[in-house]
Every structure is written in C-alpha cells, then in structure tokens.
C-alpha cells in the first residue's frame, strides 16, 4: 500500500493548491540553498572582472524569468528617476520579455543595462552585485530571494506572496509596495546612501538563511516526511 502526500514550496502556493485541486491536506516544505556555495569573503573586484561587469558602479541585481508578471520594468523606472551614473541594472534570466526590456530601457535613457540570459552560476553574480531587486507583482517564495539572503547582499522587495510573511521593513529588508515607482525609487536611493542599513539588512537575510532556509534544513523536513509516509516513529 502507498502513501502520498502533496507538498508545496510556500504557504501562498499551499493556498492556491488547496482552491484549485479542492485537496484538505497539503504540507509546506520551503525550498532551500545551498549556504557554502556563497563566499561572501570573496574578492568583489576579481568577481566583477571575471563576470565582465563594471568594476565602478553600484550593481542592482535582478533574478527571474523575463515576463511581464516579473515586473522588472518597474526596476527600469526607479534607475531612470535616480538618474545616477554610477548605478548599473543586471537582469539574469531569460524570456519572451527580453527584447521589449532591451527597448524600454533605451527609451527611459538607461544606458547602464545588461541582460545575462545563459547564466550556469547565480552566486557568482550575486556575490559581485550591491543590491538584489525582487520586483514581481506575484510569487510564492522564488529561489532568487534565498540565494541572496545567502550571499548576503541587502535585499529590496515587493510586498507579495511569501515575502510578506519572511521580511520585515528595514530590518532584513527594505519592502515596497507591489508596481510602486515612488518607493521602489527611494529605496534605492536609501541604500545607496546609508552602509550602515546595507549591513543591517544583509546580515539578518543571511541569518534567516541559515536558520531556515538551507539546503540541509530543507532534507532534514523532506526525510522526516517519507518517515512519517512508512510509519517510522522517528525523525532526523
């Protein structure tokens, strides 16, 4: 006889699951990262040569598929209005959004672009960047937020899906309201301005990382499930 139990990755697509599919039951299992992968004492120079990204500016980093759901034209507007030369946009991520992203940016004067769509080590980019943008207008809990949690970059959110429940305004992330130019914008300029948030920031995201978020946590909860699956009285 077998057993089976639906797992979902955030609470948010643990809702959605119970609506669509009408099941009573379903468990919550955070997806998790690899925390050794993410050498925060890493030369952010030599990582910036080798990713051939400028060595000078302040990189905003983006994560995610490139579609419109992702909003990262929202990100586009905010570097416009700060009009700063020295900030530089980087979009990892691939899609049907690309060329239009490509476009929009010229048409806002946003010369600073770059889109890596073939990219086979997030952490590395990562790791050179200053600040990650997380600017969907819907998610769960994307696995982009966590691996910057990890390489401890400070972090800047919209308030949707499981981000609402993890993050907390200034303390270990800065939190926006979901397609809100004005304050995106000045949470920009607010980072850039204060090292003393950035730190704050940083050092409690990899913190939560840690402590719930990990690789090892993740097989811990999943091993401790099939257990229960075949009626072991033990766990992990």
Same mark, same amino acid.
């Given at each position: ?38 050498? *925060? ?8 040569? #080798?990713?051939? %990204? ?45 060329? #239009? ?18 990219? *086979?080590?997030?952490?590395?980019? %990562? ?30 959110? *919209?308030?949707?899906? #499981? ?21 995106? *914008? ?51």
């Amino acid at each position: 006889r077998f057993g089976a139990i639906p797992v979902a990755v955030s609470s948010e697509t643990n809702k959605a699951a119970r609506e669509i599919f009408k099941l009573q039951k379903i468990i919550t299992i955070f997806n998790g990262v690899e925390i050794n992968n993410f050498d *925060t004492n890493l030369d952010k120079i030599k990582e910036r040569k #080798e990713q051939k %990204l400028p060595v000078d500016k302040i990189i905003l980093i983006n994560v995610g598929n490139l579609k419109p759901i992702k909003n990262q034209k929202l990100i586009i507007d905010a570097v416009s209005r700060i009009n700063n030369d020295k900030l530089f946009l980087l979009i990892l991520g691939r899609g049907e959004a690309e060329h #239009e992203l490509i476009a929009y940016a010229k048409d806002q004067g946003v010369k600073n672009f770059k889109i890596v769509k073939n990219c *086979t080590n997030v952490a590395k980019f %990562l790791l050179a960047s200053d600040i990650f943008v997380l600017s969907s207008k819907s998610e769960g809990l994307p696995l982009s937020l966590l691996e910057a949690m990890a390489a401890k970059i400070p972090i800047i959110s *919209t308030n949707v899906g #499981e981000m609402k429940k993890i993050l907390v305004d200034h303390e270990n992330a800065i939190v926006v309201k979901s397609n809100n130019v004005e304050e995106l *914008t000045s949470a920009i300029s607010e980072l850039m301005a204060n090292k003393k948030l950035q730190r704050r920031i940083s050092l409690r995201a990899k913190k939560l990382a840690k402590n719930k978020f990990s690789l090892k946590n993740m097989v811990k909860l999943y091993c401790n499930l099939y257990l229960k699956l075949i009626g072991e009285n033990f766990s992990i």
